[in-house]
């Protein structure tokens, strides 16, 4: 069993209970000193022999009080642990193009010595043709992820921005998938009825390395990932941004397929129905296997999505009882 918490910072909060217990015990030693001096001086008082016994009752009133703290604090972090299962309807596909536009892609090792950036180009543009009623948005990631066409079916627009892809187009140094995905991911409305999914056009060469935990991200939302590899596996020189520096940069086919199996093994373990999976561009019916599932979803279709098991009811409980 898993647990996880959506506001783990709320658990800073269990530090105010070490002063409060040293002022309760402060306090407290004068009124049990009192009590006993009370119950020295006249032994036939009326409770005097319940004043004895004073001390414990303010320890466990002082405990009680502790726990019924840190029940509030354990609700408000929002604890949860197991899953359940939420039928959502959809209808018809949404699907967010990711271009990362990074100076890597510039390597002309792709097919006919096209560069990396130009092949992702003409693949997408032979995918649009082939997407009749799927909406499509634009996401271009290099040291940041910037939404530059929002969901929408008109391909015209698509195709006029494909014609321009450049690292030039952002200033952001350094390349940074995971900020694309989660653009890609800002892009899709939070009341949807379409099944969306990601397409990432890259080489996989990352300087954040947060691509895993950006695919578990979008596993966790429903949204299903493909990473489309472009280049090759053997080093090529290019320039870097600064115009003069040389690097040497390559397809990093392994860990895509390292991160993809990372998302595949989390969305296994909490039994998500989305995927993440890696395609090389090169391979022959490569673009089938990305339009397939979309013939799939255009007539009226039952997803379930899994949702954790939030317990703040239980620790509010917990915290009444002990209070009272």
Same mark, same amino acid.
């Given at each position: ?19 409060? *217990? ?18 020295? *001086? ?16 303010? !320890? ?16 408000? /972090? ?42 992702? /180009? ?10 009749? &009623? ?23 627009? !698509? ?35 379409? /099944? ?24 966790? /939302? ?8 472009? &280049? ?93």
């Amino acid at each position: 069993m898993v647990i996880s918490c959506e506001r783990p910072h709320a658990l800073f909060s269990l530090a105010l209970i070490v002063p409060v *217990v040293l002022a309760e015990m402060r306090r407290y030693r004068g009124i049990v000193a009192y009590s006993k001096r009370i119950a020295s *001086v006249d032994t036939n008082l009326q409770g005097a022999k319940r004043m004895l016994n004073l001390s414990r009752t303010l !320890v466990v009133r002082t405990l009680l009080r502790c726990f019924a703290w840190i029940m509030l604090i354990f609700a408000y /972090a929002g604890f949860s642990w197991g899953t359940y299962e939420v039928p959502v309807q959809k209808s018809g596909s949404a699907v967010s193009f990711v271009f990362d536009i990074s100076y890597s892609m510039t390597a002309d090792d792709a097919p006919g010595g096209l560069t990396r950036l130009k092949a992702a /180009a003409r693949y997408a543009d032979m995918l649009l043709s082939r997407m009749e &009623g799927v909406s499509v948005s634009v996401v271009l990631a290099k040291g940041d992820g910037i939404i530059v066409v929002p969901l929408t079916e008109d391909r015209a627009i !698509v195709r006029s921005l494909l014609e321009t892809l450049s690292p030039n187009l952002m200033s952001a140094a350094g390349t940074s998938l995971g900020k694309g995905i989660e653009a890609a991911l800002r892009s899709f409305p939070s009341d949807s009825a379409q /099944a969306e999914r990601i397409w990432i056009f890259t080489d996989g060469d990352e300087t954040d390395g947060q691509l895993a935990s950006s695919l578990e991200a979008c596993v966790k /939302a429903g949204v299903s990932v493909s990473l489309i590899g472009f &280049g090759t596996e053997q080093e090529v020189e290019i320039i870097a941004g600064d115009g003069k520096t040389k690097v040497m940069t390559s397809l990093r086919s392994e860990q895509m397929k390292k991160a993809v199996e990372q998302a595949s093994h989390y969305a296994a373990r909490y039994n998500y129905s989305a995927a993440a999976r890696y395609i090389d561009a090169t391979e022959a019916g490569s673009a089938l296997e990305l339009l397939k599932p979309l013939k799939n979803e255009t007539a009226l279709t039952v997803f379930y999505e899994v949702k954790p098991v939030e317990r703040h009811t239980l620790f509010l409980v917990l915290a009444i009882a002990a209070f009272a």
